[in-house]
Structures are given as structure tokens and as C-alpha cells.
């Protein structure tokens, strides 16, 4: 009898191990798939940066690992709809993307809308004379026949080239693609010598309120021509199975125009996004927390 319960308690207690080790192999699993790198990819579009680095820094607080990959646009759509890259945050519809999206969105999932009231545009400095752009065929010597523009593929450039210079009749001017940066380089160049400058731009944008800039009136709606853009966060079809809290966070999320400014401001003003990123949650804690609970 002694016997037969000893052998009972070992058994017992053999079957206790078996479940205690089940269980560290269950969150050793789950701690792996916790730990699983999530890549974001950005264009160098202010709002893409501000927007990619906070939920960097918002995903790295709850324990995600996260790299931040910048690129141009067609290879993000074409990494996200691969599965190579996790996340693109920045994309424009119904307009300025909407070519990317024809081609890959039945490959990639649309999480959400962040904004809802984005616009693209001819933009110039308040001092020059123009105030159309039918008043740039006139003007041509003043401008040098160019137009300052971003990185080569982007979907503001094709507006531009393929939309407003026919319909202006400047055809003849020349679209300078470069990047963002040498833009706003170029930009901020001209205005310190108050120069006349025209360059492609969009909203939200910190350059508006900083260079007291505006968009040429555009009558025929060459640049907006299904009106305000939505700005949505897609993912590669597995993200939700994957993050589904991840996921649902980004699907809720929402930021308003005043909001994004004092997030590129800080980032500006910082000079590094991490650190920009970091103060401006410091001083939005009860917004950022709405964002991940």
C-alpha cells in the first residue's frame, strides 16, 4: 500500500513537472513572438517621420522591438505587400497614392485613417506677386521656369507634371526633382533673400506656419481633384494575426493638425527624432496614453 502510494506521488509529481515546463515553453513562445522585430517604413515627409518615430517610441514603451527603414515610395508599398517591411504609415489616398494602391492593395491590409483633411499644392512665399497658378505661364522669367520639387516618384510630382503644368500651359517649365530636404533647402535659401521660389508642398506641414507660405489658387483642381486626402496606415497581411494590439492601436489612432505641428516643431527643434519624439510625449502623456490602452 506504502509502495503503491509512493509510486502515485512520483507519478503526481512527474506530471506537475511536465505542466510547469509546457508552461516556460509557452512563454518562452510568446516572449519570442513579443520580442519579434517590427519594421517601419518612412518616405522623408515630415508627418511620415514625426509619425513613424512616435509610434516607434509609443510600440518600444510597451516592450516591441521596432526599426525605423526610410525609403522611396514604390519599393515601401512593394516591401509592405512582400511581407518584408511591417508598416508604412503615410499613405495618401485617394489621390497621390492611389497609383501604389491599383498596384499592391489587395497585398496589404488598411489598418486605419489618422488624418483626414490633407492637401497638396503649388506653394510660394506670401511676398510674391502670383496668386494663381494660371498667373505662372506670365511669369517664367521671374521663376526661371522651375518648379522645386521632392524625391523622383513621388505622387505630388506626378500631379504636377502630369496634371497642373498641362493644364497652366507650362509645359516648358522645368519640374527640379531632388528630395525633401534639398527642397526645403532651397526654399528657405530664397526666402532669407527674398527671392521668388515656387515648390510642390503639402499640408500638414511645419514649413506653412514657419515661412509664412501659401498655395497658388488652382480653379481647375489639378493637385486636389477629389478634394482633402486621407492619410492611412497599411500593413502587410499577416501584421494583424501577427500584433492584433498592435493592429487595433494603429486602427484607432487619430491626430489632429495642431497636434502634429507641435510634433514636427519639437522634432526640429531637437534636430534628432528620437529625442524630439521623446519630448514631445513627455509633454502629451494623457493623449499617448489614449493611443495604447
Known amino acids: 500500500m506504502k509502495q503503491s502510494k509512493k509510486i502515485s506521488f512520483i507519478m503526481l509529481t512527474i ?4 505542466l510547469v515546463s509546457a508552461c516556460g515553453n509557452s512563454n518562452t513562445a510568446s516572449s519570442t513572438t513579443t520580442k519579434k522585430e517590427i519594421t517601419i517604413g518612412y518616405i522623408p515627409w515630415d508627418e511620415a517621420v514625426a509619425v513613424t518615430f512616435l509610434w516607434k517610441e509609443l510600440l518600444e514603451e510597451k516592450g516591441y522591438k521596432v526599426k525605423a527603414v526610410q525609403s522611396d515610395v514604390a519599393p515601401l508599398f512593394s516591401g509592405v505587400a512582400q511581407g518584408n517591411i511591417d508598416l508604412f504609415l503615410d499613405v495618401w489616398m485617394p489621390t497621390t497614392h492611389s497609383s501604389y494602391m491599383k498596384r499592391f492593395g489587395k497585398q496589404v491590409d488598411v489598418l486605419g485613417t489618422w488624418y483626414d483633411q490633407a492637401d497638396s499644392g503649388l506653394a510660394v512665399p506670401d511676398y510674391v506677386d502670383a496668386q494663381s497658378l494660371a498667373d505662372l505661364k506670365n511669369k517664367k522669367d521671374e521663376f526661371n521656369e522651375k518648379i522645386i520639387s521632392i524625391e523622383p516618384g513621388s505622387g505630388i510630382n506626378g500631379l504636377t507634371k502630369d496634371h497642373a503644368m498641362p493644364s497652366y500651359g507650362l509645359t516648358d517649365w522645368n519640374l527640379v526633382e531632388s528630395s525633401t530636404a534639398a527642397m526645403l533647402s532651397e526654399l528657405d535659401k530664397a526666402i532669407a533673400n527674398k527671392e521668388p521660389i515656387v ?6 506641414h511645419w514649413a506653412f506656419e514657419k515661412y509664412n507660405l501659401r498655395y497658388l489658387k488652382d480653379p481647375k483642381n489639378t493637385m486636389n481633384p477629389t478634394g482633402p486626402e486621407k492619410i ?19 486602427k484607432d489612432f487619430s491626430i489632429s493638425a495642431d497636434q502634429l505641428a507641435s510634433l514636427e516643431s519639437e522634432i526640429n527643434s531637437a534636430k534628432d527624432e528620437t529625442k524630439g519624439v521623446k519630448n514631445w510625449i513627455s509633454k502629451n502623456k494623457k493623449v499617448t496614453e489614449s493611443w495604447v490602452k
Open 15 to 18: 506530471v506537475i513537472m511536465l
Open 199 to 204: 515648390v510642390t508642398l503639402w499640408r500638414p
Open 232 to 250: 492611412q496606415s497599411i500593413s502587410k497581411k499577416a501584421f494583424k494575426e501577427d500584433y492584433p494590439e498592435a493592429a487595433k492601436w494603429l
